[in-house]
């Protein structure tokens, strides 16, 4: 194919997505579809001048024949949307979580396979660009074996309550202004851990391995704006490598946003926190009187991308989506990796329901894992990036 004949579901989120693959050079958007009306009016002003045709139901979108859609819909129906997609003939890339229990996952699995389709997890967080140098690094001994990593993703997300129109709205709200007809939003009760694959994944990636068996416990569940679900999960997760990897979710703390992420290795560690934008590294060839050096290397490698969501990391999913449909190659991230990078969330809830008892994740692949192939899509970087001495009044230039 020319061009990848591109739909997209889902105009709330999916915004992004239309704006990038507006701005993939091989791809062109013919269709998208939101049952919102003001979702589609504002999106009207991303296609201008372009012509899009907007219809308002999945099944609109998908009479117009795409070669692919992006599905951006309510998390509940990610999976239905994605095999119902599938079965249309189409191939597709899906907002994350993807899926919310082991049957969906493989019943996206069984439709990727009876129809020929490719399925990508949109894992955005996977493009972070520092994470292309902590796998170079790990190859090149610098950390030595990494025994333990650790994730966190720290998100506060009181608006849990819903009105038709889609405007959201906290418990608190809803109560003091007596607003009728709202219903719970699509993860007002969704256990925090689950939604784990912005942290997990790029973890995995980084160590080229997959999750085996999984304890969870849950903090309590003392926010009145999200009183559905605990204020926060801590899962532990061994890997097939003999790896143990921490991932904290908390969407019900009050506090800023950010995606942190360490590593700790017999030799050498690596810390990332969104929040300072640039790496800590102390690895084999550091001497402990000196401390961390700052690498200031953070999230998207091209200035450009950084006004296409989520620190330039959106766009290359748009990107390597195309690329590899049109190329006839493997995505990044494909239907069996999205399960390694989901189904331990799942079964992590599933943990923290028994009080903690540790629950085997399976493999689901007809064969056993035997690599990532994200490598071979992101190249690894050719240069060192300069380091200096860390400070704590250390202040990040934007």
Same mark, same amino acid.
């Given at each position: 194919?020319?061009?990848? +004949?591109?739909?997209?579901?889902?105009?709330?989120?999916?915004?992004?997505?239309? +704006?990038?693959?507006?701005?993939?050079?091989?791809?062109?958007?013919?269709?998208?579809?939101?049952?919102?009306?003001? =979702?589609?009016?504002?999106?009207?002003?991303?296609?201008?001048?372009?012509?899009?045709?907007?219809?308002?139901?999945?099944?609109?979108?998908?009479?117009?024949?795409?070669?692919?859609?992006?599905?951006?819909?309510?998390? +509940?129906?990610?999976?239905?949307?994605?095999?119902?997609?599938?079965?249309?003939?189409?191939?597709?890339?899906?907002?994350?979580? *993807?899926?919310?229990?082991?049957?969906?996952? %493989?019943?996206?699995?069984?439709?990727?396979?009876?129809?020929?389709?490719?399925?990508?997890?949109?894992?955005?967080?996977?493009?972070?660009?520092?994470?292309?140098?902590?796998?170079?690094?790990?190859?090149?001994?610098?950390?030595?074996?990494?025994?333990?990593?650790?994730?966190?993703?720290?998100?506060?997300?009181?608006?849990?309550?819903?009105? *038709?129109?889609?405007?959201?709205?906290?418990?608190?709200? =809803?109560?003091?202004?007596?607003?009728?007809?709202?219903?719970?939003?699509?993860?007002?009760?969704?256990?925090?851990?689950?939604?784990?694959?912005?942290?997990?994944?790029?973890?995995?990636?980084?160590?080229?391995?997959?999750?085996?068996?999984?304890?969870?416990?849950?903090?309590?569940?003392?926010?009145?704006?999200?009183?559905?679900?605990?204020?926060?999960?801590?899962?532990?997760?061994?890997?097939? /490598?003999?790896?143990?990897? /921490?991932?904290?979710?908390?969407?019900?703390? +009050? @506090?800023?946003?950010?995606?942190?992420?360490?590593?700790?290795?017999?030799?050498? %560690?690596?810390?990332?926190? %969104?929040?300072?934008?640039?790496? @800590?590294?102390?690895?084999? $060839?550091?001497?402990?009187?000196?401390?961390?050096?700052?690498?200031?290397? *953070?999230?998207?490698?091209?200035?450009? $991308? /950084?006004?296409?969501?989520?620190?330039?990391? $959106?766009?290359?999913?748009?990107?390597?989506?195309? /690329?590899?449909?049109?190329?006839?190659?493997?995505?990044?991230?494909?239907?069996?990796?999205?399960?390694?990078?989901?189904?331990?969330?799942?079964?992590?809830?599933?943990?923290?329901?028994? *009080?903690?008892?540790?629950?085997?994740?399976?493999?689901?692949? @007809?064969?056993?894992?035997?690599?990532?192939?994200?490598?071979?899509?992101?190249?690894?970087?050719?240069?060192?990036?300069?380091?200096?001495?860390?400070?704590?009044?250390?202040?990040?230039?934007?």
């Amino acid at each position: 194919m020319d061009k990848l +004949r591109v739909g997209i579901l889902g105009l709330r989120r999916g915004l992004s997505h239309l +704006r990038n693959f507006l701005a993939v050079e091989d791809a062109e958007v013919i269709g998208v579809a939101d049952q919102v009306e003001k =979702w589609r009016n504002r999106a009207a002003e991303a296609i201008a001048p372009k012509t899009v045709k907007q219809v308002s139901e999945f099944e609109e979108l998908l009479a117009l024949k795409p070669d692919a859609v992006v599905i951006a819909s309510n998390g +509940r129906f990610q999976a239905q949307h994605a095999v119902q997609a599938m079965e249309a003939g189409c191939h597709v890339m899906s907002e994350v979580p *993807g899926a919310y229990t082991q049957e969906e996952i %493989s019943h996206i699995i069984l439709a990727a396979e009876r129809y020929d389709r490719t399925y990508m997890l949109a894992e955005n967080s996977c493009f972070l660009d520092f994470l292309r140098y902590w796998r170079k690094w790990l190859l090149d001994g610098r950390f030595g074996p990494v025994s333990i990593a650790e994730g966190e993703y720290l998100h506060y997300l009181p608006n849990s309550m819903v009105d *038709g129109e889609r405007n959201q709205f906290t418990p608190t709200q =809803w109560r003091e202004d007596n607003i009728s007809g709202l219903s719970p939003l699509w993860r007002a009760d969704q256990p925090p851990i689950q939604y784990l694959t912005h942290d997990l994944g790029p973890l995995l990636n980084v160590l080229d391995d997959r999750v085996v068996s999984v304890c969870c416990k849950d903090g309590p569940f003392w926010c009145a704006e999200a009183p559905l679900r605990s204020d926060g999960q801590i899962a532990l997760f061994q890997t097939a /490598k003999g790896s143990l990897i /921490k991932i904290m979710v908390t969407l019900n703390t +009050r @506090r800023p946003g950010a995606h942190n992420y360490r590593l700790f290795g017999t030799l050498g %560690s690596a810390e990332w926190y %969104s929040h300072e934008g640039f790496c @800590r590294r102390f690895d084999c $060839d550091r001497e402990h009187s000196q401390g961390w050096e700052r690498i200031n290397i *953070g999230t998207a490698a091209c200035e450009a $991308d /950084k006004k296409a969501g989520h620190g330039g990391t $959106d766009i290359k999913t748009a990107f390597y989506f195309t /690329k590899s449909l049109i190329e006839g190659t493997h995505v990044p991230i494909d239907v069996f990796r999205m399960a390694d990078f989901t189904l331990p969330g799942i079964l992590a809830a599933r943990s923290a329901e028994l *009080g903690g008892q540790p629950i085997s994740v399976p493999d689901l692949r @007809r064969g056993p894992f035997v690599g990532t192939n994200f490598w071979e899509h992101v190249q690894l970087p050719d240069h060192e990036p300069e380091g200096t001495d860390y400070t704590s009044d250390a202040r990040v230039t934007h």
